[in-house]
C-alpha cells in the first residue's frame, strides 16, 4: 500500500520561512515524481512544484520562483519543498502526490492528507 | 482565472446523466494527456480518470471521459447522492511548463 505523508505546516510570518516534508512509501521512490500542489481555503487546487524522478527536473508555478525550492532524499524517500519569502497568498492545505515510476507529465495517482501553511503577522 | 476553463456548478437528479467539461488550448489539453480528480470538501482529491479516458481500479464504469482536440469531458451516469462533490480536471502545459488545473466544477445530486 502506497502511503503518502506531509508534514511541516504551520503558522509563519510574512517574509518567514518554512520547510514542508513529504515521506513516500510503498512505490519506487527514486523512480518517481513528487509534486506539490496547494489548495487555498474556499479555492481551486493550484499546482506549485514538481521534481522528476531520476534525472531531478524541477519545475514551479510563476509565483513559487524564486521563493520555493524543492530538492528530494531518495535514501529517505523524502521530498523537501523549501518555502521562503513568505506571503499571505501561501497560505493554504499543501498536498503531495505521486504516480510510480511515472513520468512529471503524468497522472497525481497518489496524495497524502496534506499540511496546512498559514502565513499571517 | 484558470487557464483551463470548467464551469463552477453542475446539478442533476439521481439517475440522470451529467456532462462536466474543460475547455483549453492546443498547448495543454491539445497536447497531453487530461486527468479528473475529485474532491470532496475537506479531504484530499482522488484520481479519477487519467490519461483522457483511463479509469483507475475502483471507479466505476458509470464515470467516463473522452477528449476531442482543445476540450476534455467527464460524463457520470445514474447519478447517486455520493456524486456530490467538486471535479477538477488537469493537465500539462508545454509552453507554461507546468501542471494545469480547471477552477473545478460543484456537483450537486
Known amino acids: 500500500e502506497v502511503q503518502v505523508l506531509e508534514s511541516g505546516g504551520g503558522l509563519a510570518q510574512p517574509g518567514g520561512s518554512l520547510r514542508l516534508s513529504c515521506t513516500i512509501s510503498?512505490?519506487?521512490?527514486?523512480?518517481?515524481?513528487i509534486h506539490w500542489i496547494r489548495q487555498s481555503p474556499g479555492k481551486g487546487l493550484e499546482w506549485v512544484s514538481t521534481?522528476?524522478?531520476?534525472?531531478?527536473?524541477?519545475f514551479y508555478v510563476d509565483s513559487a520562483k524564486g521563493r520555493f525550492t524543492i530538492s528530494r532524499d531518495n535514501s529517505n524517500n523524502t521530498v523537501y519543498l523549501q518555502m521562503n519569502n513568505l506571503r499571505d497568498d501561501d497560505s493554504a492545505v499543501y498536498y503531495c502526490?505521486?504516480?510510480?515510476?511515472?513520468?512529471?507529465?503524468?497522472?497525481?495517482?497518489?496524495w497524502g492528507q496534506g499540511t496546512v501553511v498559514t502565513v499571517s503577522s | 482565472q484558470s487557464v483551463l476553463t470548467q464551469p463552477p456548478s453542475a446539478s442533476g437528479t439521481p439517475g440522470q446523466r451529467v456532462t462536466l467539461s474543460c475547455s483549453g488550448s492546443?498547448?495543454?489539453?491539445?497536447?497531453?494527456?487530461v486527468h479528473w480528480y475529485r474532491q470532496v470538501p475537506g479531504t484530499a482529491p482522488k484520481l479519477l480518470i487519467f490519461?483522457?479516458?483511463q479509469r483507475p481500479s475502483g471507479v466505476p464504469d458509470r464515470v467516463s471521459a473522452s477528449k476531442a482536440g482543445t476540450s476534455a469531458s467527464l460524463v457520470i451516469s445514474g447519478l447517486r447522492s455520493e456524486d456530490e462533490a467538486d471535479y477538477y480536471c488537469?493537465?500539462?502545459?508545454?509552453?507554461?511548463?507546468?501542471?494545469?488545473f480547471g477552477g473545478g466544477t460543484t456537483l450537486t445530486v
Open positions: 502526490a505521486t504516480v510510480e515510476a511515472g513520468g512529471y507529465a503524468d497522472q497525481f495517482q497518489y
Open positions: 510503498g512505490l519506487d521512490f527514486s523512480a518517481s515524481p
Open positions: 521534481i522528476s524522478g531520476p534525472d531531478y527536473l524541477m
Open positions: 492546443n498547448s495543454n489539453i491539445g497536447s497531453n494527456s
Open positions: 490519461r483522457d479516458s
Open positions: 488537469s493537465t500539462w502545459d508545454d509552453i507554461l511548463r507546468g501542471w494545469l
